[in-house]
């Protein structure tokens, strides 16, 4: 059934690429975001941090470089993947799972896109991807409390956060850091209450909607 749904959303999404909020995105830039917002945490070496959507690794290896803090990388994507394991191989406090966290323990079809590869887009690169289901590996791992947990998954995103909070999980995770994409059918609908559920146990601490915000839980 997840399958079938992912294959209707891709064919109703076509081609379609996600448009940027342009001005959100300004005002990022002149924020220095990606410099200081997305790295500036209360961490330590002892922190747990979860990058999903690990791409080429290098939120990663500047998180790990200022804090020497252990992260989990979650990428399903086979070369990217290789090549993250490669970049971290001699780095024990780094950790590469060649799959990606959802809602349940399933397969599917990415089309292979750079950084905006994406399971709910079509492309001419295709590359079937295994996926676990979060709190499943949250118990097998035996991790009860997360610092910080990035999220840059290309549409998943909402899905997985929804999951979190049903399963109560969300209130293990100290800050969550995620860009919402607005290429997902009823993506501005669906942000909205993602974000007033986490309201209840999380506030922002910054926030740019369509391109990164970042939800501390409250003391």
Same mark, same amino acid.
């Given at each position: 059934?997840?399958? %079938?749904?992912?294959?209707?959303?891709?064919?109703?999404? &076509?081609?379609?690429?996600?448009?940027?909020?342009?001005?959100?995105?300004?005002?990022?830039?002149?924020?220095? *975001?990606?410099?200081?917002?997305?790295?500036?945490?209360?961490? /330590?070496?002892?922190?747990? $941090? %979860?990058?999903?959507? &690990?791409?080429?690794?290098?939120?990663?290896?500047?998180?790990?470089?200022?804090?020497?803090?252990?992260?989990?990388?979650?990428?399903?994507?086979?070369?990217?993947?290789? /090549?993250?394991?490669?970049?971290? =191989?001699?780095?024990?406090?780094?950790?590469?799972?060649?799959?990606?966290?959802?809602?349940?323990?399933?397969?599917?079809?990415?089309?292979?896109?750079?950084?905006?590869?994406?399971?709910?887009?079509?492309?001419?690169?295709?590359?079937?991807?295994?996926?676990?289901?979060?709190?499943?590996?949250?118990?097998?791992?035996?991790?009860?409390?997360? #610092?910080?947990?990035?999220? #840059?998954?290309? *549409? &998943?995103?909402?899905?997985? %956060?929804?999951? !979190?909070?049903?399963?109560?999980?969300? =209130?293990?995770?100290?800050?969550?850091? $995620?860009?919402?994409?607005?290429?997902?059918?009823?993506?501005?609908?669906?942000?909205? /209450?993602?974000?007033?559920? !986490?309201?209840?146990?999380? =506030?922002?601490?910054?926030?740019?909607?369509?391109?990164?915000? /970042?939800?501390?839980?409250?003391?």
């Amino acid at each position: 059934m997840i399958i %079938l749904m992912q294959r209707i959303i891709r064919k109703s999404i &076509g081609l379609l690429k996600k448009e940027p909020n342009h001005e959100q995105f300004q005002l990022w830039r002149q924020a220095q *975001g990606d410099k200081i917002h997305r790295l500036a945490y209360d961490l /330590n070496e002892d922190s747990i $941090v %979860l990058d999903v959507g &690990g791409f080429e690794g290098q939120w990663a290896s500047d998180i790990f470089g200022m804090y020497c803090c252990k992260v989990h990388i979650f990428e399903p994507v086979t070369e990217f993947a290789r /090549n993250i394991s490669y970049r971290f =191989q001699k780095n024990k406090n780094i950790i590469v799972y060649p799959y990606g966290l959802a809602t349940s323990n399933s397969m599917s079809k990415i089309s292979i896109v750079g950084d905006a590869s994406s399971i709910y887009k079509t492309a001419d690169q295709i590359e079937t991807i295994q996926v676990v289901k979060a709190s499943d590996f949250f118990q097998k791992h035996q991790i009860s409390h997360i #610092n910080l947990m990035k999220i #840059n998954i290309e *549409g &998943g995103e909402y899905e997985l %956060l929804e999951h !979190l909070i049903f399963e109560g999980w969300i =209130q293990h995770i100290q800050n969550i850091q $995620v860009q919402f994409h607005n290429f997902m059918p009823d993506s501005q609908k669906r942000m909205h /209450n993602i974000q007033a559920e !986490l309201s209840k146990s999380h =506030q922002t601490t910054y926030q740019y909607p369509f391109v990164w915000e /970042n939800w501390q839980r409250k003391s």
